[in-house]
């Protein structure tokens, strides 16, 4: 199974830079209304590779389940990596902060703990602080929400969320919009391709999704974090350290070469 031809369409007009990226994420969105696993395609190909009995355990008991141990991000998750954590965490500050401008106030506050909790001293020179104990000449003053504002700024912060994203969208799609929705659509044909998938009885597949658990595949009998290969019994009796596994998401070194071929 593979991406529709309309998709496929977007992504060689993307390639081609015949399509704006901005608009290519407008197209996928209205096509990916309906849900892939939705269609006749996706029974067709699941009901081709569902075996008669669960790969982890071995059980036949219904009903039994294509497990994806594979999921692709979001293109909003895609964008963010691309242009960098720390772009994003910088800029969403900024933007925060500006909503707060109107909503600060000065306030003393103590020079070692930063509380706002401190006074002056009645029967002695100085100020006190309630939080650490601390006495100090002169406090420090410091812009800090205003009671009353932080309801405001809560309300503030869920309007402007929609706003914030167009806004980081803005500044940094002309680097890495078209990589993003390349790499987005990568990541959709390799989930319909269904190669990161294997039969799974309920139980099992119960314990992937919903504890993080599965079955230990020397021993067959004990289960443990998916993270892992084994359990740490049969890893202490093979004499082999337990290093965990990544599932999920790409590989950095597969993102990498994605993006180097986009390029």
Known sequence: MNVSPEVAAIEERVKSSSLAWDVAVQELVRLQKKKSWTTKEWRAERAKRIATACAQCGSDQPPLVLQHFWHPQSFGQIFRALAGLDAWRTFKKEHDAALAVDLVVERPTCPTCESTNIKT???????????????????????????????????????????????????????????????????????????????????????????????????????????????????????QPVEPTLHGGRSEASRLAVRAAHR
């Open 121 to 239: 001293r009645k029967t002695m020179s100085g100020w006190c602080c309630y939080g650490c104990g601390s006495v100090c000449p002169e406090p420090r003053m410091k812009a800090v929400l205003r009671l009353e504002g932080r309801k405001a700024l809560a309300q503030r912060h869920r309007k402007s969320k929609v706003e914030r994203w167009r806004a980081f969208q803005e500044r940094f799609g002309p680097m890495v919009g078209r990589e993003a929705v390349l790499e987005s659509i990568e990541e959709s044909r390799r989930y319909l391709s269904f190669a990161d998938t294997a039969t799974f009885c309920k139980k099992c597949a119960f314990a992937w999704d919903c504890k993080g658990l599965r079955l230990c595949t020397m021993c067959r009998s004990r289960w443990h974090s998916i993270i892992y290969p084994c359990c740490s019994t049969c890893s202490a009796t093979a004499n």
